[in-house]
């Protein structure tokens, strides 16, 4: 009989590197399900007034590791990066960042300290017809020069080194009688707009940081691209017969057509891309996972038709036990932002769960990439809405402790034992369905995406 060899020594003393970040994980993800336990805006709160000094910690933690790692650039531009993308919050908070509300009816005026003076000009609401909903407001505004500049939701207006956002508005009240103020020509409400004036003195640390996160995971997932290919790390025999080939592809086919049937009509009904909510994510996962079936035919000769399938068919029944009423994309997911990070979401979870199991554990690192690229852009998107690039939203935290989670991962991965490999791709996977399902639970905990 014979005796499987020996874990190698690197791996055995890997074993305190491997448990330590194993629990910080998990400590992490509990602490960050307590604090969207709270809402968004307690655990803000809590964070600004006690977490300033743990990041600054982290800051300079990273800085310090970067010193060992001049040799090994994909480890120096994620340390890095996540370096210069703290400093920016902690800048923010300790070196002038500022934040203040105007509240404007038409033709008042009004200001902040370092800041031109604006005076509202109009005020407009677009309305979906069939419904009746918000489509956009749009505040149209002149400034100091005289200029008339128009601030719509995802269209901010940046006077350095401010940006002024189209924050919300709130009805006029009639003086005389107490009742909602009406316009005497169109019977329609009046309505007071409230911009939202952010001084972000730590964008440029942020934004220069999220770019090093970028190309430190393109840099990465293409190592580990390399070196698994290279060992020859394949969950599954490769594909010998041409036959079997054959028969996976007319499969993978019929399933990519089926897909991509539903969503076409699913784009057709709604009007938009289909990605607003969870119902629909499904119906883009149960689009790319096909592609991944083919993928791995006929470039890596792995058969991954079971797992892809399976997958492929607990989305399609899914499907049936959710909302799929057609709703129109409210203003802050009409930007450019929106196909791009939903998409990249999608990519990520797709290949990071299908690593987990068994198949196409070569993509781990494009895997990584994916969720790197779609927190800077869930980052860009933020800043461009909301005025901030961090709002320490429940799914916020939850996707970035999944992101953690990988990133040690991928750290870790040369000095693993087997099982322990295992045992980090099946609780990522868990972390990424938590993710998941988050967009439900966001029904009940307050948050910025509380629309899925």
């Given at each position: 009989m014979t005796q499987s060899p020996p874990e190698p020594r690197a791996a055995v003393r890997a074993w305190p590197s491997v448990v330590i970040p194993s629990i910080l994980l998990l400590v992490a993800a509990v602490v960050s399900v307590a604090l969207a336990c709270e809402g968004s805006a307690w655990s803000l709160a809590t964070v600004k007034?006690?977490?300033?000094?743990?990041?600054?910690g982290m800051a300079l933690l990273c800085v310090a590791a970067c010193t060992r790692m001049f040799g090994r650039p994909g480890l120096l531009a994620l340390h890095l990066g996540f370096a210069l993308v703290l400093g920016g919050w902690v800048a923010n908070e300790l070196a002038g960042g500022e934040e203040g509300f105007l509240q404007l009816?038409?033709?008042?005026?009004?200001?902040l300290a370092?800041?031109?003076?604006?005076?509202?000009?109009?005020?407009t609401i677009?309305?979906?017809?069939?419904?009746?909903?918000?489509?956009?407001?749009?505040?149209?505004?002149?400034?100091?020069?005289?200029?008339?500049?128009?601030?719509?939701?995802?269209?901010?207006?940046?006077?350095?080194?401010?940006?002024?956002?189209?924050?919300?508005?709130?009805?006029?009240?009639?003086?005389?009688?107490?009742?909602?103020?009406?316009?005497?020509?169109?019977?329609?409400?009046r309505h007071f707009t409230i911009l939202q004036c952010v001084k972000d003195v730590g964008l440029p640390l942020a934004a220069f940081g999220g770019i090093l996160l970028l190309l430190g995971s393109v840099i990465y997932g293409v190592t580990f691209l390399v070196r698994m290919g290279r060992r020859g790390a394949i969950s599954r025999p490769a594909i010998e017969k041409a036959s079997r080939r054959h028969v996976l592809?007319?499969?993978?086919?019929?399933?990519?057509?089926?897909?991509?049937?539903?969503?076409?009509?699913?784009?057709?009904?709604?009007?938009?891309?289909?990605?607003?909510?969870?119902?629909?994510?499904?119906?883009?996962?149960?689009?790319?996972?096909?592609?991944?079936?083919?993928?791995?035919?006929?470039?890596d000769g792995q058969d991954t038709l079971i797992v892809d399938s399976s997958l492929f068919a607990l989305v399609l029944a899914a499907l049936f036990f959710m909302d799929g009423s057609v709703k129109h994309l409210m203003p802050?997911?009409?930007?450019?932002?929106?196909?791009?990070?939903?998409?990249?979401?999608?990519?990520?979870?797709?290949?990071?769960?299908?690593?987990?199991?068994?198949?196409?554990?070569?993509?781990?690192?494009?895997?990584?990439?994916?969720?790197?690229?779609?927190?800077?852009?869930?980052?860009?998107w933020g800043k461009f809405?909301?005025?901030?690039?961090?709002?320490?939203?429940?799914?916020?935290?939850?996707?970035?402790?999944?992101?953690?989670?990988?990133?040690a991962y991928l750290h870790l991965r040369p000095r693993l034992p087997r099982w322990a490999d295992r045992t980090f791709l099946a609780v990522g996977a868990v972390l990424v369905i938590l993710t998941l399902t988050w967009i439900n639970l966001s029904r009940i905990f307050s948050g910025m995406h509380s629309y899925g």
């Open positions: 007034a006690y977490g300033a000094g743990a990041l600054v009816g038409p033709g008042q005026a009004g200001d370092g800041l031109d003076q604006l005076t509202l000009l109009d005020f677009d309305r979906w017809e069939d419904t009746g909903t918000v489509r956009q407001y749009t505040s149209t505004v002149r400034n100091g020069k005289g200029e008339e500049i128009k601030i719509s939701v995802n269209h901010p207006l940046v006077v350095r080194p401010w940006w002024i956002y189209q924050s919300s508005y709130q009805e006029m009240a009639d003086p005389r009688t107490g009742e909602v103020a009406r316009d005497p020509r169109t019977g329609e409400p592809t007319a499969v993978a086919v019929v399933e990519l057509l089926v897909a991509l049937a539903v969503f076409v009509h699913r784009a057709w009904a709604t009007g938009h891309p289909p990605m607003q909510n969870m119902y629909e994510f499904l119906i883009c996962t149960a689009v790319l996972l096909p592609v991944l079936t083919l993928v791995s035919a006929w470039c802050a997911l009409q930007s450019p932002f929106f196909v791009p990070h939903v998409g990249a979401y999608v990519a990520g979870y797709v290949l990071l769960v299908r690593a987990a199991l068994g198949a196409g554990r070569r993509l781990v690192g494009a895997g990584f990439f994916f969720l790197t690229l779609g927190l800077v852009l869930g980052a860009a809405c909301w005025g901030n690039w961090w709002q320490f939203d429940p799914k916020e935290m939850w996707s970035l402790a999944t992101w953690l989670h990988y990133a």
